[in-house]
């Protein structure tokens, strides 16, 4: 199956007082027709940057140093504004981490979502708004109509978050990108919300890049999970592998933060120290002062991702821990 997005030795890059620091490094992967990848990570680990720059929505100080992002095989990579403008909504969506930040206050949300849809379709204002209506019902937010006339800041942040999806896929794109989508929501919403991607997913067909801190939230409904660290992957398997046995340090050590109701632990698990800042990371590894099984030639040199089958990792222990 060919890929329908192809990201290959991506470098995002920034300025900075300390020069230039790369939020994502070298990172290569691939996503199918339909397929649903979630990226997961500590914040900092470069997620939202890799979302950012499949849409073109690097702005500087930040720019893409290197590497290619193909979409149905076409480079977006220095591709013009006004190209990336037609690819934005009708091929690729993106949804957001915070949708008050990305909803326009003054703006009525059916006509949010109605001048999305005539941005990319010749159709008439009418017509477009009949249609955000009838998206507004696709994405369960109840009374449709009478909440295409509701400004932003009149809705629940569950509702914005539905409405932001409503907009995402109007135009029925091939990949849809959530960043963060659940973030801020209980627990119960965050539920329903991912309930509709899914939902969403299998009904159109669309594949999904979910982009999350949380594993949990990727168990039961992402193919495969891509694990990035300090601006690098660091593992990436199908989910119920990486579930079952983590092959990196930090796969292992944010599978087991996550609260099981089954055990009792007076205290979770926690990796200790945090993320450090990319104008000074530690020699070698990066992950290496923060993981329990560092040895002293962790600090020579940053592991290569190698690949075990459908399986990759950035590990001096990974062939041992890809045996066992």
């Known amino acids: 199956m060919s890929a329908l997005l192809a990201v290959r030795d991506l470098t995002v890059t920034f300025e900075t007082t300390a020069g230039a620091v790369a939020a994502v490094d070298a990172l290569s992967f691939d996503i199918g027709p339909g397929e649903f990848l979630g990226i997961v990570g500590e914040s900092g680990s470069g997620k939202s940057v890799t979302a950012l720059a499949a849409m073109g929505l690097v702005v500087a100080p930040g720019r893409i140093a290197q590497g290619s992002i ?16 037609r690819i934005r909504g009708r091929r690729m969506a993106m949804v957001f981490q915070e949708p008050m930040a990305s909803l326009n206050p003054v703006m009525r949300i059916g006509d949010q979502i109605a001048e999305a849809i005539r941005w990319h379709e010749d159709v008439s204002a009418r017509a477009a708004a009949a249609r955000a209506v009838d998206l507004l019902g696709t994405v369960g937010i109840p009374a449709p109509a009478e909440r295409a006339r509701a400004y932003p800041q009149q809705m629940s942040g569950g ?4 409405a932001m999806i409503a907009m995402a896929i109007a135009c029925s794109p091939a990949l849809l990108i959530a960043d963060e989508p ?10 329903q919300i991912m309930d509709l991607l899914r939902s969403l997913r299998e009904r159109f067909g669309m594949a999904l890049l979910l982009i999350t801190h949380d594993l949990g939230l990727v168990a039961e409904q992402a193919d495969r999970v891509l694990v990035m660290y300090a601006g690098r992957m660091v593992e990436e398997a199908p989910t119920a592998s990486l579930f079952a046995r983590p092959l990196h340090p930090y796969s292992a050590g944010l599978l087991d933060s996550i609260p099981d109701i089954e055990i009792r632990r007076p205290v979770l698990p926690a990796i200790e120290g945090v993320v450090p800042s990319l104008s000074a990371l530690p020699p070698g590894c990066r992950f290496g002062p923060r993981c329990r099984f560092a040895e002293p030639a962790c600090t020579t040199a940053d592991p290569p991702l190698r690949r075990f089958g459908v399986r990759a990792t950035a590990c001096r222990r990974d062939l041992d821990l890809a045996r066992a």
């Open 70 to 85: 193909r979409l149905g095989g076409e480079e977006l990579v220095g591709l013009p504004e006004r190209s990336m403008r």
């Open 159 to 162: 509702m914005r978050q539905r």
């Open 182 to 191: 659940t973030t801020a929501l209980d627990v119960t919403v965050q539920a």
